[in-house]
């Protein structure tokens, strides 16, 4: 009989799981126990803040697109909190832009859903980049391009769509169709 007793949880790692998507969230907390981690949830970046004001994570996991304040915004919050925290970014809005922003933030790993749970624990593991990554044989394409420049703009206008559309000399309503577009087909 395997039984946890509470030294046990004490030597295991903590894990912060953030992320407004209530089945995807309960997934993977069931995913990441089974790898070892005592799972803490928010569904929110406040709420996440909250809780590792009180306990701080040695890991946690952010979704950065949510109701409230941005995965972006917890990222930094949390590494002013621990700076030896590990931090995977999640999104399904994956660009450049919020990639590298994550990482100068502090997180540690940036990966695109649908992802499982052993690319996150490998996420959680990796420090350095890797130089022998494959790089493409193909360039991005236009849509891409274009898309990655609308990201760029749209987060040094932290978020707003007004100010982005005015920067970008495009109708607010334009900007808003390409936004909604998925990103996963460019």
Request: no cysteine; net charge negative.
């Amino acid at each position: 009989m395997n039984t946890n007793t509470e030294k046990d949880i004490d030597q295991q790692p903590s894990l912060l799981l953030v992320d407004d998507d209530v089945d995807f969230l309960s997934a993977l907390a069931a995913a990441m126990v089974k790898r070892g981690f005592v799972v803490s949830l928010a569904n929110s970046a406040e709420n996440a803040l909250a809780q590792a004001l009180h306990e701080p994570p040695e890991f946690a996991v952010v979704d950065l697109k949510m109701p409230g304040n941005s995965g972006l915004v917890l990222v930094r919050q949390l590494a002013a909190l621990d700076a030896g925290i590990r931090i995977v970014v999640l999104t399904g809005y994956a660009s450049i832009t919020t990639a590298v922003e994550a990482i100068k933030l502090g997180a540690t790993h940036y990966l695109a859903k649908p992802v499982d749970a052993d690319e996150i624990v490998a996420a959680f593991d990796r420090g350095v980049g890797n130089a022998a990554i494959e790089l493409p044989a193909n360039p991005l394409s236009v849509d891409r391009l274009e898309w990655e420049h609308i990201q760029r703009v749209l987060a040094e206008h932290a978020g707003n769509i007004s100010a982005t559309a005015r920067s970008l000399n495009m109708h607010r309503r334009t900007l808003q169709r390409k936004l909604g577009k998925h990103s996963s087909k460019i």
